[in-house]
C-alpha cells in the first residue's frame, strides 16, 4: 500500500470521486455536491485557512487502485481552545480493511505530532461543525444534508485504533405530516409564551441579512461562550458566506428569531434537506443540473427539514421560548403540507436541555454519531467533553463565590 498527499489536479479527483465508488451499491448514501467537499481545501474559500493548516491524502494499493482517504488539519483557534494542542482528522473513507485504516490513522497522526498536536479528534471537518461532524454509528438511514453518512465497519476501527468518545452526538426525527404535529400541552405553553408582553417573533428575511446575521452572531456568542473558558465567537463572514451559498434553497419560513423587547433572544434554523434533490446529481452541479434542480425545488422534492442551529441565550433559557419558536413553526408547516418530516441535528449529549426539548416535542432518537479523541500523547488525561463542561462550570462558579 501506498499513501499519496493530495497535490495534483488528478489527486483531488480521485480523492472526491473514491466515495462514490465505495457507496455505489448503498441505496442510503447520497454524494456531497463536489464543489462543497473539495471547497474545505481551498484557501480562498475556507475561512479556516486564516488560522490553520489542512492537508489530504489517498491511500493505493499495489495495483495504483485508491481504497482509502484521509484529511488532517490544525484550526489554531480550535486547538487552543482545548486542554492540549488538538489537531483533526476527518474525510476518512476506507475499503474493509483494518491495516488500510490504520494506515490512514498512523499518516494523519503522525503529521498532527510534527506539528506539535497532542491529541486528535476525528472524524471532524476543518470549519463548522454543520457539515462533515461525527461518525455515523447508529440510524443508517437517509442522510440530511450535510451530516455525515458511514460505513458500519468504521467504528470497530476507531475503536481498536485507540480512538475514545468524546461526545455523541443525537439526531431526532419528527413526523410532521399528521394533524397534531405537537403535543397539546406543549402547545398550550408555546401559546402562552408566545403572548407574554414585550415578546415578538420573526422569521429571516434575505433581503434584511446583514441584520439578521448580527442578530444570530449576538445570540450564538452569548448562548455558547458559557461552554468553554477560551470560546471562539462565531464568524459573521462565515455566516454571510454560508447564507449565499444556501439561498438557491433556503425557506425564509423556517428560519424564526424571538426578540425580547426587541432584543434576540432566540434562534431556530431549519433547512430544507437539499440531499433529497442532490441524490440525482452524483455530486456535479452542470449546467443541466442546475436546470433539473430548479425543477425539483419548484414540484417540492424537498420534504425533509433538518435542523441546523438553535440557540437561547442564558437568561432565557427554562422560559419555554423554544416551545413559542415552534408554534411559529407549526403554522408553517400547516400551510406548507409537502414537508412530511423533520430531522432535528444534532444534538451533543452535553446538551441535555436540548434533549429534553426534542423529546417534549414528540421527536424520535433516529441516529447517533460519534466524535472520537485520541490522545496523541498518552501521559495526557483523557476526559469527555461533557466532564470538561462540568469542571469548567464548577471552576467559574467557586470563582464567582471566592
Known sequence: ????????????????????????????????????????????????????????????????????????????????????????????????SEEAAFMLFDTARKWLTDRGMKAMDGPINFGENDNFWGLLVEGFTHPGFGMPYHKRYYRKYFEDYGFRTYFEQYSYHKDISSVEVFPDRFMKIAEWIS???????????????????????????????????????LDPDMLRNTLKEARAFIDEDLIWY??????????????????????????????????????????????????????????YQNSGIESAIFLQLFHVFRRKRYYKELELSWVGDFNP????????????????????????????????????????LAARQAKQSG
Request: hydrophobic residues 40%.
Open 195 to 233: 403572548k407574554r408582553p414585550g415578546y415578538t417573533f420573526r422569521h429571516f428575511e434575505y433581503r434584511h441579512r446583514d441584520k439578521f446575521v448580527a442578530d444570530m452572531v449576538e445570540i450564538y456568542n452569548t448562548t455558547w461562550s458559557v461552554f468553554k473558558e477560551d470560546f471562539t465567537p
Open 258 to 315: 424571538a426578540y425580547h423587547n426587541d432584543k434576540p433572544v432566540a434562534v431556530f434554523v431549519i433547512f430544507p434537506d437539499l440531499n433529497q434533490i442532490i441524490r440525482h446529481f452524483s455530486g456535479r452541479l452542470t449546467p443541466w443540473n442546475m436546470i433539473r434542480f430548479a425543477w425539483y425545488r419548484m414540484t417540492h422534492e424537498m420534504t425533509r427539514m433538518r435542523a441546523l442551529v438553535a440557540g437561547v441565550t442564558p437568561a
Open 353 to 392: 436541555k436540548m434533549i429534553g426539548m426534542y423529546e417534549a416535542l414528540g421527536a424520535q432518537r433516529a441516529k447517533t454519531h460519534m466524535t472520537f479523541r485520541y490522545m496523541i500523547d498518552d501521559k495526557l488525561p483523557f476526559k469527555m467533553y461533557k466532564d470538561e463542561l462540568a469542571e469548567n
Open 1 to 96: 500500500m501506498n499513501i499519496v498527499e493530495v497535490t495534483t489536479v488528478a489527486h483531488r479527483k480521485e480523492f472526491i470521486g473514491f466515495p462514490k465508488k465505495l457507496y455505489k451499491d448503498d441505496p442510503f448514501w447520497v454524494s456531497p455536491l463536489d464543489k462543497v467537499a473539495e471547497a474545505v481545501f481551498d484557501p480562498a474559500g475556507n475561512i479556516a485557512f486564516r488560522h490553520g493548516v489542512a492537508t489530504r491524502w489517498i491511500l493505493t494499493d499495489a495495483g495504483g487502485k485508491t481504497i482509502g482517504r484521509v484529511a488532517a488539519f490544525i484550526d489554531e483557534i480550535r486547538s487552543k481552545a482545548n486542554r492540549q494542542p488538538t489537531g483533526g482528522l476527518g474525510f476518512f473513507e476506507v475499503v474493509e
